[in-house]
């Protein structure tokens, strides 16, 4: 069998001389790893995308996370922190809906976990820094020590993370928004000991969702409960 294609979602990045389209590179090789799949990147490019002819060229869609955050307007809100990617906005949006509607998978990681929460009708929040669950780092930690952030999460019986990797698990926490509330149609699948949802699921006709607050990509080579995340996304890809 041809393997998988997968599209890789990019940010529209600002600062230099010129704008630039790019994702951080533990997104695209840990699903090339583990999901066995070839990757190719999706530029956020609205007005010069048709999304239903890409749907069709693509297996399945990987929502990245970024440190952009979504633009409140788009789920009803009237202020919220930046910075902000309105065209990322606008091409995973887009583009995520035109792959369910082709039955092809859409994951997401942080920002692509809100992305698809908003996608489904739910709204976002921003946490506050003194909560009962640290969800971030402190400001002026190194990257990693940013990922060494962790805290646990209850898994939902007879759920799809639950079903492979039991009752509980350890993730790291890097963002500073999370969901306010669940989008329609969309299943929890794990909860932060204060109460967050931090991974859900859907099945949207043939095509499944599956979307993650925090980033298994970061640690795929060396942890089996985000390995297990890349493996589900190739094997789903194939069509099981």
């Known amino acids: ?4 294609l997968l599209g890789v979602s990019c940010c529209l990045r600002s600062g230099g001389p010129e704008p630039v389209h790019g994702v951080i590179d533990r997104y695209l090789r840990a699903p090339a790893a583990h999901a066995d799949c070839d990757v190719v990147l999706v530029p956020a490019l609205p007005g010069l995308t048709d999304w239903a002819a890409l749907a069709g060229r693509l297996d399945g869609l990987l929502l990245t ?3 952009s955050n979504m633009e409140p307007w788009r789920y009803g809100a009237s202020a919220g922190d930046g910075p902000f990617d ?3 906005d606008t091409t995973t949006l887009a583009l995520g809906d035109a792959m369910l509607r082709a ?3 859409v994951f997401g990681i942080c920002r692509g976990f809100q992305e698809l929460n908003v ?15 640290r969800h971030h780092a402190p400001d002026g930690a190194s990257l990693e020590e940013m990922f060494a952030q962790t805290h646990p999460v209850s898994l939902t019986p007879g759920g799809i993370l639950a079903t492979a990797l039991g009752d509980a698990i350890t993730v790291n926490s ?18 932060a000991p204060d109460g967050l949802v ?3 699921s859907a099945q949207v006709g043939a095509a499944q969702v599956l979307a993650v607050q925090w980033h298994p990509e970061w640690d795929a080579d060396r942890n089996p409960a ?5 493996a589900r996304l190739g094997q789903v890809l194939r069509g099981g």
């Open 86 to 88: 309105p065209a990322r």
């Open 65 to 67: 996370g970024s440190p």
């Open 198 to 200: 931090e991974a859900f």
């Open 103 to 105: 039955g092809k998978p």
């Open 174 to 191: 890097v963002h500073y928004q999370a969901v306010a509330t669940l989008g329609q149609g969309l299943t929890v699948e794990a909860v």
């Open 226 to 230: 985000s390995a297990w995340f890349f």
């Open 119 to 133: 996608a489904f009708g739910g709204t976002l929040q921003t946490l506050p820094s003194d909560g009962p669950v």
């Open 1 to 4: 069998m041809t393997r998988p």
